[in-house]
């Protein structure tokens, strides 16, 4: 039984990681109606960011913060340098930037870091208060760190003037542009929190799956697979899809495929979720008369 719920609660752990990721995707895609299929690889450059600013010395958290701040700064340039030219192109258009910004971050990371695995330090030693029976230090330390995050942009756009216009420029363009609403800054501003989740959740996963330019790629797939089993419009809806897929990823790889079959569960949830309720859990049921 104990076996079991270490399990559970380890899922819970790296479902809150996925349940970040998957919350930047539906962030960029609420405003844009396009899934961001370089959000890993933004993810992965952030980290290596943070890595080298560990090597030039700097306190883990310092290098946290700036970290976060770069990244934000990042998704705000690229969203208005790159993407808005092309927001009213195609949808073809975009994917193809998207796929672009991919390769491009795939390859800046490897070019100015190399290609050679490196290990990531976490900021909670092993042998920490945070460790319990089921929990170990960094689980259980990401695990408050990705609830921080999420509690502060439910509290970022339940109160806040900016949270609120961002959301009324999600949900409604036009109206928003008549109340007086910059709908253009807003998606940028949409697409630099974006940036800085993915930051912080390749910071708390980099320590466990090491750090290298492919280190997101399975986690994106994870990612993608919460955001569509929660609803890829409903932001709690990606929070609760990553826990979801989170557990059953551990439960399913300890007992019944094993660890090295695991990716096969986000496969099987995205092909699952499209085919039996394409708007997932939480997300809007749409009926279009034809």
């Not at 910059?182 to 320590?207: E, F, H, K, N």
């Not at 955001?227 to 890829?232: D, T």
């Amino acid at each position: 039984m104990d076996a079991f719920l270490h399990q559970v609660f380890a899922g819970l752990a790296t479902g809150c990681i996925y349940g970040s990721v998957a919350l930047a995707l539906v962030m960029i895609y609420q405003a844009t109606h396009h899934l961001n299929f370089a959000q890993g690889e933004m993810a992965t450059f952030s980290t290596f960011i943070a890595w080298a600013l560990l090597q030039q010395g700097w306190p883990y958290w310092g290098a946290f913060a700036a970290t976060v701040a770069v990244s934000f700064a990042g998704g705000l340039l690229i969203q208005r340098l790159i993407l808005r030219p092309v927001e009213k192109a195609p949808v073809l258009t975009n994917v193809n930037v998207f796929i672009g910004l991919l390769l491009i971050f795939n390859a800046l990371a490897g070019w100015i870091f190399d290609h050679t695995v490196k290990s990531f330090p976490s900021p909670f030693p092993q042998e920490s208060m945070l460790k319990t029976g089921y929990f170990s230090a960094h689980e259980f330390g990401s695990f408050l760190v990705m609830m921080a995050v999420l509690l502060t942009l439910y509290a970022f756009f339940r109160y806040t003037p900016l949270g609120l216009a961002m959301r009324a420029a999600a949900l409604n363009p036009e109206s928003a542009r008549l109340v007086g609403i910059r709908v253009s800054w807003m998606l940028a501003v949409g697409w630099g929190l974006a940036a800085a989740i993915g930051a912080v959740a390749g910071m708390m996963v980099a320590p466990v799956v090491f750090l290298d330019p492919n280190m997101m790629a399975g986690i994106l797939l994870y990612g993608f697979a919460a955001a569509l089993l929660g609803g890829v419009d409903n932001p709690i809806g990606a929070v609760v899809g990553g826990l979801i897929v989170g557990v059953l990823e551990n439960l399913l790889g300890a007992y019944v495929i094993g660890t090295e079959l695991k990716l096969t569960v986000a496969l099987v949830l995205i092909v699952g979720t499209l085919t039996l309720m394409p708007a997932g859990l939480f997300g809007k049921r749409v009926v279009t008369r034809v």
